[in-house]
């Protein structure tokens, strides 16, 4: 019988973009999504953090930008997430978080995987003061840059490499409120670029991590579902 024979179709590879100020919790996100789903989690801010902690030659062009809490250009930021979406373990899926950050790098986005399919776009919206809490209280591993636990008790290291738990340079009141505000006038424009789209979703993120996550969850599998369906174009928009 066809029926019992026939294979169910083969889920598309999921293509995320997270959008959210700093301090929305897409990190968190993101590391569940690439767990759950086998995505690879690419993220933007630790690949400059990286490089800026290893003296490269990206890393001595952009340190001081970062440290005042501005954006790095968007010819670097595009050339960094080209190059890495080239490789092969980004062919299964991926989910990007720190990228786009601006209407001129969605749209070399857009350019890059033209015809591979439908890009999911999850904006994480948090009120600002809640974010200012949040990120000045925020740790991170001194040595590998991985982010601490909620709530940590002090003197405890890094599970991943024994580092001590340290205020990240950029996390200091002053920095805080200008990445925030950097966020706000540069990034907006983003949102309503993409804010039609059939594959666009606002996740509350000022809840649990758990609720948000299953927000999270039934976002992804809309947009598996139009996929599947036909019901969205290549690029998200309704069709």
Same mark, same amino acid.
């Given at each position: 019988?066809?029926?019992?024979?026939?294979?169910?179709?083969?889920?598309?590879?999921?293509?995320?973009?997270?959008?959210?100020?700093p301090g929305?919790?897409?990190?968190?996100?993101?590391?569940?999504?690439?767990?759950?789903?086998?995505?690879?989690?690419?993220?933007?801010?630790?690949?400059?953090?990286?490089?800026?902690?290893?003296?490269?030659?990206?890393?001595?062009?952009?340190?001081?930008?970062?440290?005042?809490?501005?954006?790095?250009?968007?010819?670097?930021?595009?050339?960094?997430?080209?190059?890495?979406?080239?490789?092969?373990?980004?062919?299964?899926?991926?989910?990007?978080?720190?990228?786009?950050?601006?209407?001129?790098?969605?749209?070399?986005?857009?350019?890059m995987i033209?015809?591979?399919?439908?890009?999911?776009?999850?904006?994480?919206?948090?009120?600002?003061?809640?974010?200012?809490?949040?990120?000045?209280?925020?740790?991170?591993?001194?040595?590998?840059?991985?982010?601490?636990?909620?709530?940590?008790?002090?003197?405890?290291?890094?599970?991943?490499?024994?580092?001590?738990?340290?205020?990240?340079?950029?996390?200091?009141?002053?920095? =805080? %409120? +200008?990445? #925030?505000?950097?966020?706000?006038?540069?990034?907006?424009?983003?949102?309503?670029?993409? &804010? !039609?789209? /059939?594959?666009?979703?606002?996740?509350?993120?000022?809840?649990?991590?758990?609720?948000?996550?299953?927000? =999270? %969850? +039934?976002? #992804?599998?809309?947009?598996?579902?139009?996929a599947l369906?036909?019901?969205?174009?290549? &690029? !998200?928009? /309704?069709?």
């Amino acid at each position: 019988m066809a029926g019992a024979t026939d294979a169910p179709p083969a889920q598309p590879p999921l293509r995320v973009v997270l959008l959210g100020p700093p301090g929305a919790g897409k990190g968190t996100q993101a590391t569940w999504m690439a767990r759950d789903h086998g995505l690879v989690k690419i993220s933007t801010g630790d690949i400059l953090r990286e490089a800026v902690a290893h003296g490269t030659r990206l890393g001595r062009q952009i340190q001081s930008r970062i440290e005042a809490g501005n954006l790095v250009g968007d010819s670097t930021m595009v050339e960094i997430v080209q190059d890495r979406l080239a490789l092969d373990d980004a062919k299964k899926g991926y989910v990007l978080d720190g990228f786009p950050r601006t209407t001129p790098q969605a749209r070399a986005l857009d350019a890059m995987i033209a015809g591979e399919g439908l890009l999911t776009i999850l904006l994480i919206e948090v009120p600002f003061e809640e974010l200012v809490r949040r990120l000045q209280a925020r740790r991170v591993c001194g040595r590998c840059g991985r982010n601490a636990d909620p709530g940590l008790a002090e003197g405890i290291r890094c599970s991943r490499c024994g580092g001590s738990y340290v205020t990240r340079v950029d996390d200091s009141d002053g920095v =805080v %409120r +200008q990445r #925030l505000t950097v966020y706000l006038e540069e990034t907006q424009p983003l949102v309503d670029y993409y &804010d !039609g789209r /059939a594959t666009f979703y606002r996740i509350n993120g000022n809840l649990a991590p758990a609720a948000v996550t299953a927000q =999270v %969850r +039934q976002a #992804l599998a809309t947009s598996r579902a139009l996929a599947l369906e036909g019901g969205a174009s290549r &690029d !998200g928009l /309704a069709s």
